[in-house]
């Protein structure tokens, strides 16, 4: 099955600054890749498909970019309702596989 | 708007079997195919198991394949999930989660259910 790393684990940022998030896939999975948004004690959110697609609703301040291996989900500007954590996902092979999480918090 | 309802979670005993559902409403369920998605306590998230929007295809992860029954019923919007031979590993909140496009899959999720907990203890 296709690994997926994300990095760091925890990342410490001030509200207002950017925030960067990094995954990294196995092998190359093209461009099929998501990432998810979850706050404590809720279910994950869809934020980003296809790398770069914003899912309906998601802020303009979350971004996507890569492809074949490497991977980031930059957020602008960070809002306090942006820490949480962030779970990349890919869906070229079965099985579906998920990163271990970047948890961002308040610096 | 769409909305995804899981139910059925309790605390089993090792190597019992327990049925999970998800009742799905604001969309037209029997055109979008459906993912379970589960999350040990403290833990990522990990895929389970996908159905078709018809019911033709399964798909499942290696750690419940032969376990593990994923199923729909169209005409009451409700998938479900058949879990048997649980094991304490087994132990997370179920989440059900809807394919994005309609008639195929494209294997992201959105949206998601709130979960329900399975706790598998003695």
């Known amino acids: 099955e296709i690994v997926m790393t994300q990095s760091p684990a925890t990342l410490s940022v001030s509200p207002g600054e950017r925030a960067t998030l990094s995954c990294r896939a196995s092998?190359?999975?093209?461009?099929?890749l998501a990432w998810y948004q979850q706050k404590r004690g809720q279910a994950p959110r869809l934020l980003i498909y296809?790398?770069?697609a914003r899912a309906t609703g998601i802020p303009s301040r979350f971004s996507g970019s890569g492809s074949g291996t490497e991977f980031t989900l930059t957020i602008s500007s960070l809002q306090s309702e942006d820490f949480a954590v962030y779970y990349c996902?890919?869906?070229?092979?079965?099985?579906?596989?998920f990163g271990q999480g970047t948890r961002l918090e308040i610096k | 708007q769409e909305q995804l309802v899981e139910s059925g979670g309790d605390v089993v005993q090792p190597g019992g079997s327990l049925r999970v559902s998800c009742a799905a409403s604001?969309?037209?369920?029997?055109?979008?195919?459906m993912h379970w998605v589960r999350q040990a306590p403290g833990k990522g998230l990990e895929w389970v198991a996908f159905?078709?929007?018809?019911?033709?295809?399964?798909y499942y992860a290696d750690s419940v394949k032969g376990r593990f029954t994923v199923s729909r019923d169209n005409s009451k919007n409700t998938l479900y999930l058949q879990m048997n031979s649980l094991r304490a590993d087994d132990t997370a909140v179920y989440y059900c989660?809807?394919?994005?496009?309609?008639?195929?899959?494209?294997?992201?999720?959105?949206?998601w259910g709130q979960g329900t907990l399975v706790t598998v203890s003695s």
């Open positions: 989660a809807k394919d994005w496009r309609p008639l195929t899959w494209t294997n992201w999720f959105d949206p």
């Open positions: 604001g969309f037209s369920f029997s055109t979008y195919g």
């Open positions: 159905i078709w929007h018809d019911g033709s295809h399964e």
């Open positions: 092998q190359s999975v093209g461009t099929t």
């Open positions: 296809g790398v770069s």
């Open positions: 996902q890919q869906y070229n092979k079965w099985p579906i596989t």
